[in-house]
């Protein structure tokens, strides 16, 4: 069993810059990649940005440029670096670590960005 903790939300003025984490406690035996994930009110959750065992990343288009998503190995703990934050970015941001078999979520971090 994995548990996840996100930190780091909160309330930003637009052009601001917020750096989300996600600490994982427990095995992550067959853990290999993990992601982030928004939900915006009255939208569905979407992906944000992957990252795999390998260190190979992805973004969905709307924040390539402006949002990093990396791993700490040693912490167990993955973060997402946001810069240049739009209005448009403000939703819940949830963690996800997945593999073959398995998945787990976090239970969400607010990100507010005002304009």
């Known amino acids: 069993q994995v548990h996840l903790v996100e930190s780091g939300g909160g309330l930003v003025q637009a052009a601001g810059s917020l750096r989300l984490s996600c600490a994982a406690s427990g095995s992550i035996f067959g853990i290999n990649a993990m992601g982030w994930y928004r939900q915006a009110p009255g939208k569905p959750r979407e992906l944000v940005a992957t990252i795999n065992s390998g260190g190979s990343t992805n973004y969905v288009d709307s924040v390539k440029g402006r949002f990093t998503i990396s791993r700490d190995n040693v912490k167990n703990t993955m973060y997402l670096q946001m810069n240049s934050l739009k209005s448009e970015d403000t939703g819940v941001y949830y963690c996800?670590?997945?593999?073959?078999?398995?998945?787990?979520w976090g239970q969400g971090t607010q990100v507010t960005v005002s304009s």
């Open positions: 996800r670590w997945y593999g073959l078999a398995t998945e787990y």
